[in-house]
């Protein structure tokens, strides 16, 4: 079965740092680019970080430039997100999703999505 | 950076009738070298991961029902649910990926009347 699966999201304290990772399965995951989206609680979805197939090419979005840091093992089929000193805004369901066209550098649409961890944010 | 703009914000129509939603851009993702628009729709569904409907704006993703169609170009772009069933009711997202960084619409909340 073609999947992705989120883990490492709880509960931290402001300031404090977390690593996402994201599982692929049924899919030649080193081919694809991938991403993170998140999606804050009740809100609507945002792009935070993408990598390339080879991890040429990363991008960030703005609010989370310098704090957050993607990174992929094709090797271990895993994509994942540090989150150093992390904000109350940061709180969210952080998505894991993939590009649908092969060794792109990560432009384009995003066609199969994990369920998402939960990260929470509070003192 | 590209705004994307959804409207209505929610919308109730009755089941079998047509659901309209809007989706504009704060420029246009009309890629002119391959007359391409660089527009995607998704639907979510309460406690699901957001799944892809449509992308180059009206080419409706393998495996998603007839019903939905998608239209427009340049700026002004909208998805059409033809007749409207039960399991429709989601939030409904539009996104652009004419460049970086990619974003959202705010969501179009589809309930039945």
């Known amino acids: 079965e073609v999947q992705l699966v989120e883990s490492g999201g709880g509960l931290v304290q402001p300031g404090r740092s977390l690593r996402l990772s994201c599982a692929a399965s049924?899919?030649?995951?080193?081919?694809?680019?991938m991403h993170w989206v998140r999606q804050a609680p009740g809100k609507g979805l945002e792009w935070v970080s993408g990598?390339?197939?080879?991890?040429?090419?990363?991008d960030y979005a703005d609010s989370v430039k310098g704090r957050f840091t993607i990174s992929r093992d094709n090797a271990k089929n895993s994509l994942y997100l540090e989150i150093n000193s992390l904000r109350v805004e940061d709180m969210a369901l952080y998505y894991c999703?993939?590009?649908?066209?092969?060794?792109?550098?990560?432009?384009?649409?995003?066609?199969?999505w994990g369920r998402g961890t939960l990260v929470t944010v509070s003192s | 950076d590209i705004v994307m703009t959804q409207s209505p914000d929610s919308l109730a129509v009755s089941l079998g009738e047509r659901a309209t939603i809007n989706c504009k851009s704060s420029?246009?993702?009309?890629?002119?070298?391959?007359?391409?628009?660089?527009l995607a729709w998704y639907q979510q569904k309460p406690g699901q991961p957001p799944k892809l409907l449509i992308y180059?704006?009206?080419t409706r993703e393998s495996g998603v029902p007839e019903r939905f169609s998608g239209s427009g170009s340049g700026t002004d772009f909208t998805l059409t649910i033809s007749s409207l069933q039960a399991e429709d009711v989601a939030v409904y997202y539009c996104?652009?990926?004419?460049?970086?960084?990619?974003?959202f619409g705010q969501g179009t909340k589809l309930e039945i009347k």
């Open positions: 420029q246009s993702v009309l890629y002119s070298s391959n007359n391409k628009n660089y």
């Open positions: 999703a993939r590009d649908p066209v092969k060794y792109s550098g990560g432009d384009w649409y995003f066609d199969l």
């Open positions: 990598i390339s197939w080879n991890s040429g090419t990363i």
């Open positions: 049924g899919f030649t995951f080193g081919d694809y680019a």
């Open positions: 996104q652009h990926y004419y460049s970086a960084p990619r974003s």
């Open positions: 180059w704006a009206s």
